[in-house]
Structure formats: C-alpha cells, structure tokens
C-alpha cells in the first residue's frame, strides 16, 4: 500500500517567517494531493491541494510544490502568523476512489 | 452551508463495553468515510462508503468494528467489544463523489 513520510515533526518559526513541510510518497500512481490543518479538538480542514498534472499552486500565503518523479510534495506558507500555529497534514490518494493516506503531522508553532 | 455533523463529541467507556459513534455528512454528499486518529498520528481510513454501498472496508477490523450507512445518508460506527487500543478520535469525513474531503469534528473515544 501506499506509505507517506512527513518532516519535520515539530516545526517553530518566528512570526513573518516562512515555514515549509516536505513528504514523500510511494505509490507512483498516486495523483492528488491535499494538505490539510487541524487546530487542537478539531477534524483537519483543507488548506490547499494539488493535482499531479500540476507542478505549483499557490493561494495567498500558502503554496504546494509537486515534483512527480522524486515523489515528493512540500506546503510553504509565508509571512507566517500565530493563527497558523496547528498541525498540519499531508496526504495523498490515487485512482478514483481517492482513499486519502495521510503523512504522520507537522506541529507548527509560529512564535510572536 | 453546514458541515459535517458527529455526535457525540466524547465518549469514555469500560473496555469490553460496546459504543456507536453518528454521522450526518453534508447535504448532497454520496461519498462517507470513517477514520480512526490515534494520538500523536494522521487519521487512518477505516471504510468508504458510496451512497450506502461499501466501497472498501478492508483496514475495518470487523472482528469488532462494523458501519453502516441506511438510506445512504446518515452512518454509524460501531465497536463491539472495546479494547483499549482503540482509544482514538474517530473522524467521519463526506465528500461529492471523488472531490476534497470535508471532516467533521470527531468523537474523542477513550477506553479504561
């Protein structure tokens, strides 16, 4: 099946800074993309998602760079702010069922 | 435009002991999904539904676990007896067919 690895694990930047998160997937077929953000005591909302005939999106602050042969897709959020302080998750699914295999979290602190 | 709903928000029971965890998915949303998140890691898909039809259930350990969802609209949860490993937020997830993912807030569950 597929396998998903996330780095870091733990993530502290200072406020306006940028922070990025990498992972790395497995499954070659694999095809769409999402990060997800997930605030303490909440379900994880989507922030951004790519799909694998795109190399880059972006959406104010946030971006997601896809590179399909290294198998391997980042999340950059730039000018970072405390409210983005949370744990975020990669994830990545394939065919039509789109069965998300999510990547074992980041926990971004952004300091004030 | 409501989300998706789950009750109840917590849950702690006697290992042994039988619970059911409720979904209600978004309006018009024929795919459902469960997932189990194990603290300190990304959730796990546990079943997918298409309308109330099993799309796959292969990482259910249905020695113990069983869903269903009637009328192809609202689902349970079920886990029957509990072991304290299964002490996780259960997240119930709807999407349109094979679009994004929307999560609803979870069922803490803990086992003593």
């Known amino acids: 099946g597929e396998n998903v690895e996330q780095h870091p694990s733990t993530l502290s930047v200072q406020e306006g800074d940028s922070a990025v998160i990498k992972c790395t997937y497995s499954d070659s077929a694999s095809n769409y993309f999402p990060w997800y953000k997930q605030e303490l005591g909440k379900g994880p909302q989507l922030i951004i998602d790519i799909r694998s005939n795109v190399g880059e999106k972006k959406d104010q602050r946030i971006a997601v760079t896809l590179n399909k042969t290294a198998k391997h897709f980042s999340l950059h959020i730039t000018e970072t702010q405390p409210e983005d302080s949370a744990v975020y998750f990669c994830?990545?699914?394939?065919?039509?069922?789109?069965?998300?295999?999510f990547g074992s979290g980041t926990q971004l602190t952004v300091l004030p | 435009e409501a989300g998706v709903a789950q009750s109840p928000r917590y849950k702690i029971i006697e290992k042994r002991q039988s619970v059911a965890f409720w979904c209600n998915p978004i309006s018009g949303h024929a795919t459902l999904y469960w997932y189990q998140q194990i603290l300190g890691q990304g959730p796990k898909l546990l079943i997918q539904f298409q309308n109330n039809g099993v799309v796959d259930d292969s990482q259910l350990p249905k020695d113990r676990f069983s869903a269903e969802r009637l009328k192809g609209v609202d689902s349970t949860l079920k886990i029957q007896p509990a072991k304290l490993e299964d002490s996780a937020v259960y997240l119930c997830?709807?999407?349109?067919?094979?679009?994004?993912?929307?999560f609803g807030q979870g069922t803490r569950l803990t086992v003593v």
């Open positions: 997830a709807s999407s349109i067919g094979q679009g994004v993912a929307f």
């Open positions: 994830a990545v699914a394939s065919g039509s069922a789109r069965q998300l295999t």
